[in-house]
């Protein structure tokens, strides 16, 4: 609980910035954050009433895979929106993912995103492209050392529609 005049305070404070973004540091997703509109009185605001305040904290799927367009290059940016709209829950692991790629090939690299399909055998496979500058042993050694210390953890979640490789800048 929080009196009236801290409520219009606060209240002011947040239209300075932007939408009252919050920010990933990685991936710099904006999250929408809502106040519900609190009737106060000029009476409250004199008297120090005390005010209940509700947060509501939310990010669209459409927010976050735009957000995602920051890290990642879509290949085919309309047939990976769909599918990740049809596969929602790939999406906290794409914002993850990047941590971990990061931490292993380093910053010299390039992250795409590339949808792979067979409609004869009715299957869609969404691979992580990590497009990196090392010669091919190293390369496979990372992609190797990705796999053991995070893609392994994940794979029953993904459950086969998402899958990593590398390939050459």
Excluded: C
């Excluded at 305070?9 to 910035?17: A, D, K, S, V």
């Excluded at 009185?41 to 305040?53: A, C, F, M, P, R």
């Excluded at 691979?127 to 050392?145: C, G, Q, R, T």
Aim: net charge negative; proline share 6%.
């Amino acid at each position: 609980m929080i009196n009236a005049i801290e409520y219009k305070q606060r209240e002011n404070f947040h239209h300075l910035f932007s939408d009252n973004a919050v920010f990933n540091p990685l991936i710099s997703p904006a999250i929408s954050r809502d106040l519900y509109e609190i009737p106060i009185e000029e009476s409250d605001l004199l008297t120090g009433k005390q005010v209940e305040i509700e947060s509501s904290y939310y990010l669209s799927p459409i927010e976050v895979i735009k957000s995602l367009k920051e890290v990642y290059f879509f290949l085919e940016p309309e047939r990976v929106q769909k599918f990740l709209l049809d596969n929602k829950e790939l999406i906290p692991v794409l914002q993850e993912a990047p941590i971990y790629i990061q931490e292993i090939f380093g910053s010299s690299m390039l992250i795409y995103l590339d949808l792979h399909s067979d409609p004869e055998e009715d299957w869609d496979e969404l691979f992580i492209v990590i497009k990196s500058p090392y010669d091919a042993e190293k390369a496979f050694s990372l992609e190797e050392k990705l796999f053991e210390e995070w893609f392994i953890d994940i794979m029953d979640k993904v459950q086969g529609r998402l899958n990593i490789t590398e390939e050459p800048l």
